[in-house]
């Protein structure tokens, strides 16, 4: 049984999910040749019909709670044709989604969304972060010239007449058993969030904290803890350790999506790697943004519990999936 030392500290009472499936709708990588990964399985390629990757990152999570499935999109990737191919290949009906989440501003996770909105129903509850709505922009590492990041346009969704919008600061339940995690906590000294970062004020530029980003965390029965990021700006380990308080759950399951260390330090890499040892999940699935000198390092250290991530895989947590061997 998870344990639960933070319960008292706890601001939920989470319903338990007795099956979670995460579907990576799209990601930075695809292969169709690796084998499926535990409790997973990875979409294979056939004649005239692949997986898109991309840099985007797009998620599709059933929670069955109570024998009843209920169904969420978390992010939306980058290139609308491409996610949409990937919909229709991993058989997504978007009609049947009862939420609609964006983790952050940025336009690799929300590029994608209004063409996934014309085919929800009508009244669908769209929750975003506050800051969702800004423009940003970006200087590159080495670079004095602003990158133009655009705008995900509120007015634009509200003439759609879709989706309805709910700004989260605090955690809420989404869907029964997955929750979003309002403001994340900054707790931990290394994690700094992303330098260069920028959005339009009233007046002037003004420096880009993402402290809006949001992640979503599920209770599943008898497991613990899914925390799903999308780019865990604040830093996965505080990412986890703020689900983990706000679940009032210590036991993690599965910490799997972004974790923005690409262009990190290895030293940054290290205590992170050392800390979600510490934290100790299943499952360690970083994607996205997470950077390939961070992902070779959470496959060396932890190879009995990571996972390499591909576009289009489907995991499946719950009562009837085992643990790591």
């Not at 069955?64 to 999109?73: E, P, Q, S, T, Y």
């Not at 790697?273 to 999940?281: G, R, W, Y």
Request: net charge negative; hydrophobic share 35%; with cysteine.
């Amino acid at each position: 049984m998870p344990t639960n030392k933070h319960q008292n500290e706890g601001v939920l009472t989470p319903s338990e999910v007795e099956r979670l499936v995460v579907t990576v709708v799209t990601d930075n990588y695809y292969d169709s040749l690796r084998a499926d990964p535990p409790s997973g399985k990875r979409w294979k390629v056939s004649p005239g019909a692949s997986i898109h990757a991309e840099h985007g990152l797009s998620y599709h999570i059933e929670a069955v709670v109570n024998g009843k499935a209920h169904f969420l999109m978390f992010d939306y990737g980058l290139d609308p044709a491409g996610v949409l191919n990937n919909i229709g290949l991993l058989g997504i009906d978007l009609r049947k989604v009862n939420a609609f989440g964006l983790s952050h501003g940025h336009f690799d996770h929300w590029s994608g969304l209004m063409k996934i909105l014309e085919q929800g129903v009508s009244g669908t509850p769209l929750y975003v972060g506050e800051g969702a709505f800004v423009h940003r922009y970006s200087l590159r590492p080495g670079s004095q010239d602003l990158r133009d990041m655009g705008q995900l346009e509120r007015e634009a969704i509200e003439r759609q007449g879709i989706a309805r919008i709910i700004e989260v600061r605090k955690p809420v339940e989404v869907i029964p058993g997955c929750y979003m995690t309002g403001n994340i906590e900054k707790i931990t000294e290394y994690e700094k969030g992303s330098p260069g970062r920028f959005f339009k004020g009233d007046t002037t530029l003004e420096e880009d904290d993402l402290s809006g980003e949001q992640a979503i965390a599920c209770n599943v029965k008898n497991k613990g803890l899914v925390v799903i990021s999308g780019c865990a700006h604040a830093g996965i380990i505080n990412t986890v350790r703020h689900a983990q308080k706000m679940m009032g759950i210590d036991k993690v399951h599965v910490v799997i999506g972004g974790f923005h260390l690409v262009n990190a330090s290895q030293e940054v890499i290290d205590k992170t790697v050392d800390d979600m040892e510490a934290i100790a999940p299943d499952y360690v699935i970083p994607a996205h943004c997470t950077g390939f000198e961070a992902i070779l390092s959470f496959a060396k250290r932890a190879p009995r519990q990571f996972i390499l991530n591909t576009a289009g895989t489907q995991y499946l947590f719950g009562e009837e999936t085992q643990r790591c061997p």
